[in-house]
C-alpha cells in the first residue's frame, strides 16, 4: 500500500526526516448515571482535569517521548486516587489507528443533579470516592479521499495541506468498559430520594461498532489549517450488569449511538509548527431503568520544529 501517492497540488510532503516537539496534555472526562422510574433522575460525575507536559522525537508519522504530571512537579496529586492513561493515535494517509487505556481513580467530583430532593441546593457539588472504571480499546479507520484530503497535516504535522479539502471516513472499533459504582459512598441526602434503577454495582460491557463520518480540513490562510472531523458510529453492546434492583445479575445485548470526534488547528511552514488539537470520543449505555453516558478526550497544545533535510530535497554540490 503506497502512503505517498497524493496529489501534490493538494497536499505537500514533509521535507525532513525528524522532529521534535514540547506538548502540554490535558485529559478530560466524565460520566452521567440517569433513571426514569419512578420519575427523571440525572447525576454526573467529572474528576479534575489530567495535565501533562511533554518532550518528544519524530519520525515521518510516528511521535516517541515522555511526559509528566503537571500536579506530581507540585506535589498537588494524591498517588491513592491517581489513575492511569495511555493513547496512541497513528496518522497516515490512508489508514489511521487509535489504541487508547484509561483507568480513573476515586478523585470525582457531583456536578450537576436532577430529579432529587429540593433540599439539595443548585450548584451542589461534592467529591465523590464511589466510581471506578477501566476502559481499554482499539479504532480502525479509512480515509477515502486521501489524495486530497490529509489527516497527518492536522494532527501529525507530517505533511501540509495546501487547499482546501474532505473525505469520507469509515471505520471499526472494539473496546472493553467495567465500571464500579458504589452508590453507598453517595451522601445520605442523594440515597434516600435515589431511584432503585439507579442502584447499580458493576457493569461490564464489550463495545463493538462501525462507524461513518466526514472531515474537512480548511487552509483558511497560508500555512494554517483548520480541520474538523464527527463520526457517528452504530455500536453493539453486550454487557453483564450487577443490580440491587429485581433485576439481579443479567445479560443484556442492544444497540447505541456513539460519537468520535477529532479538531485542530496548526501553523506549519515545513520548518516549524504550533498548533492545538482535541480527540473526543463518546459512548452510550442504555438498559431497561438505567443509562450510562460516558465521554473522555485529550486537548493538545504544542510546538516544534523539523530537521535533517531528506536526500532528495538536499540541494547538490
Avoid at 139 to 165: C, E, G, H, V, W
Avoid at 224 to 250: F, H, M, Q, W
Wanted: charge should be positive; hydrophobic fraction near 35%; proline fraction near 3%.
Amino acid at each position: 500500500m503506497d502512503f505517498s501517492n497524493f496529489d501534490t497540488t493538494y497536499i505537500s510532503p514533509n521535507r525532513y526526516n525528524y522532529a521534535l516537539m514540547v506538548t502540554h496534555f490535558s485529559n478530560l472526562e466524565y460520566y452521567s448515571v440517569t433513571s426514569n422510574q419512578p420519575h427523571f433522575q440525572k447525576l454526573s460525575f467529572s474528576p479534575n482535569p489530567r495535565n501533562k507536559i511533554g518532550l518528544y522525537f519524530g519520525w515521518r508519522w510516528i511521535f516517541l517521548g515522555w511526559s509528566v504530571d503537571v500536579d506530581d512537579l507540585s506535589r498537588k496529586t494524591n498517588r491513592r486516587n491517581k489513575g492511569t492513561e495511555f493513547d496512541l493515535s497513528l496518522y497516515s494517509s490512508k489508514i489511521g489507528v487509535d489504541i487508547f487505556y484509561r483507568q480513573t481513580g476515586n478523585d470525582y467530583k457531583i456536578h450537576k443533579i436532577k430529579g432529587f430532593s429540593e433540599k439539595i441546593p443548585s450548584g451542589y457539588s461534592v467529591d465523590f470516592n464511589g466510581l471506578k472504571v477501566d476502559i481499554k480499546g482499539l479504532n480502525l479507520y479509512y480515509i477515502f479521499n486521501n489524495r486530497k484530503f490529509s489527516y497527518p497535516a492536522a494532527f501529525s504535522q507530517s505533511t501540509n495541506q495546501r487547499r482546501n479539502a474532505g473525505s469520507l471516513i469509515a471505520g471499526f472499533s472494539i473496546s472493553k468498559h467495567s465500571l464500579d459504582f458504589d452508590y453507598t459512598e453517595l451522601p445520605e441526602l442523594i440515597q434516600e430520594f435515589m431511584n432503585s434503577g439507579m442502584k447499580v454495582d458493576k457493569i461490564k460491557y464489550t463495545n463493538a461498532n462501525i462507524s461513518l463520518g466526514y472531515a474537512y480540513n480548511w487552509v483558511f490562510a497560508r500555512n494554517c489549517l483548520a480541520c474538523l472531523s464527527l463520526t457517528p458510529a452504530i455500536a453493539y453492546k453486550a454487557s453483564d450488569v450487577d443490580s440491587e434492583s429485581r433485576e439481579g445479575k443479567n445479560w443484556y445485548g442492544n444497540l447505541n449511538l456513539d460519537f468520535l470526534m477529532r479538531a485542530g488547528v496548526v501553523y506549519n511552514n515545513g520548518k516549524f509548527f504550533a498548533g492545538t488539537s482535541f480527540v473526543g470520543k463518546n459512548y452510550n449505555y442504555h438498559r431497561n431503568n438505567f443509562a450510562l453516558d460516558n465521554g473522555f478526550g485529550t486537548l493538545q497544545v504544542y510546538a516544534g520544529f523539523n530537521f535533517n533535510l531528506r536526500k532528495e530535497y538536499r540541494k547538490k554540490k
